[in-house]
C-alpha cells in the first residue's frame, strides 16, 4: 500500500519560515520525481515544486522561486520543502505527491499518488 504522510505544517507569521516533510513508503522511491503542490481554500491546486531522483529539481515560476527549497533523501524516501520568507498568499493546504515518470513534471496528470496534506497558514 502507497502511503505519503506529510508533516511540518502550522501557524507561522509573515516572513517566518516552515519545513515540511513527506515521508514515502509501499513505492518505488528511485524510479520517480517527486512533487509538492499547494491549494488555497477556493483555488484550484497548484505546483509548488518537485524534484527528481539525481536532485534536478523544478519551480513553479510565480512566487515560490528563491523562498522555497525542495529537497530528498533517498536513503530514507523523504522528500521536503524549505519554505523561508512567507507569506499571507502562502497560506494553502500543502500536498506531497510521486510522479508515475522519473523526470522533473509540473503537470499534475503526472502524478498518480498523493499525500493527504498539511495545513500552513501564514498570519499578516
Known amino acids: 500500500q502507497v502511503q505519503l504522510v506529510e508533516s511540518g505544517g502550522g501557524l507561522v507569521q509573515a516572513g517566518g519560515s516552515l519545513r515540511l516533510s513527506c515521508a514515502a513508503s509501499?513505492?518505488?522511491?528511485?524510479?520517480?520525481?517527486m512533487g509538492w503542490f499547494r491549494q488555497a481554500p477556493g483555488k484550484e491546486r497548484e505546483f509548488v515544486s518537485c524534484?527528481?531522483?539525481?536532485?534536478?529539481?523544478?519551480y513553479d515560476e510565480g512566487s515560490v522561486r528563491g523562498r522555497f527549497t525542495i529537497s530528498r533523501d533517498n536513503a530514507k524516501n523523504t522528500v521536503a520543502l524549505q519554505m523561508n520568507s512567507l507569506t499571507a498568499e502562502d497560506t494553502a493546504v500543502y500536498h506531497c505527491?510521486?510522479?508515475?515518470?522519473?523526470?522533473?513534471?509540473?503537470?499534475?496528470?503526472?502524478?498518480?499518488?498523493w499525500g493527504q496534506g498539511t495545513q500552513v497558514t501564514v498570519s499578516s
Open positions: 524534484i527528481n531522483w539525481r536532485g534536478g529539481v523544478l
Open positions: 505527491a510521486a510522479a508515475r515518470v522519473s523526470t522533473t513534471t509540473s503537470k499534475e496528470e503526472d502524478y498518480i499518488y
Open positions: 509501499g513505492l518505488s522511491f528511485r524510479d520517480r520525481a
